[in-house]
């Protein structure tokens, strides 16, 4: 939490920086506004290396899971063991389904509560094999075999999907960046462009109008990659 406090005060920073510069309380003012959409951004991104933390914990779960059963283990003994630690893949529900399975408890019904997590949904997959087991006789290693095979397979092709979409990230935040290298060239070439930007009525038109723009492009940006990534 301290990390993302401390980028979210960042923006803040930026913004004061750039006011010191331009003599003008406007730079801190966008700033400050900017801070909560930071802290929207980077709890989004949190999540979702938390949701990818947890696929992987569930996917090493069914492996574990197998590598016990083949051994020779109970499958509720095989799932109290390999379950037993805080990251074995179970999460919060972890205490529950480790009961039902030493105590003949509904186990595939706790494990589809423990999939409404983010990045447990995998753990559908382990409850119906679990229940075909129990009510069928069928080999439960068998189906988490190819459970944990099928939930890798997504799980790659997911990464994949990021990977082609990083060109696209990066090509809008480069384009977003052109702007702020214009102004440092004509700080250079000694325009004083935050003086007209911030003090002259055509450029706060400009700042107002750019801006605005700025922000559409990124968001239409984000949501274009974000709709990919979803479909």
Wanted: contains cysteine; charged residues 20%; hydrophobic residues 50%.
């Amino acid at each position: 939490m301290a990390g993302r406090v401390g980028h979210e005060v960042w923006v803040l920073v930026v913004g004061a920086v750039v006011a010191l510069a331009g003599r003008s309380p406007l730079p801190l003012l966008l700033g400050a506004a900017a801070m909560p959409v930071t802290r929207r951004a980077l709890r989004a991104r949190a999540q979702r290396a938390a949701r990818d933390r947890r696929a992987d914990e569930v996917i090493a779960l069914c492996g574990a899971l197998v590598g016990e059963m083949r051994a020779g283990r109970h499958p509720g003994e095989a799932l109290s063991e390999v379950a037993r630690a805080p990251d074995g893949g179970l999460g919060a529900a972890r205490t529950t389904v480790l009961a039902a399975a030493r105590f003949g408890g509904d186990v595939p019904g706790e494990l589809t509560a423990a999939a409404r997590e983010p990045g447990a949904e995998g753990l559908v997959g382990l409850a119906v094999c679990w229940r075909v087991a129990v009510d069928q006789g069928a080999g439960l290693a068998a189906g988490l075999e190819r459970l944990e095979a099928a939930l890798r397979a997504e799980r790659d092709q997911r990464a994949e999907l990021r990977a082609q979409l990083a060109g696209a990230r990066a090509t809008a935040v480069m384009l977003a960046g052109l702007p702020v290298v214009g102004l440092l060239l004509g700080a250079a070439l000694g325009a004083e462009p935050l003086r007209v930007l911030l003090h002259t009525g055509p450029g706060l038109v400009c700042l107002a109008v750019g801006g605005a723009l700025e922000v559409t492009g990124l968001w239409w940006a984000s949501r274009i990659v974000r709709g990919a990534e979803v479909g």
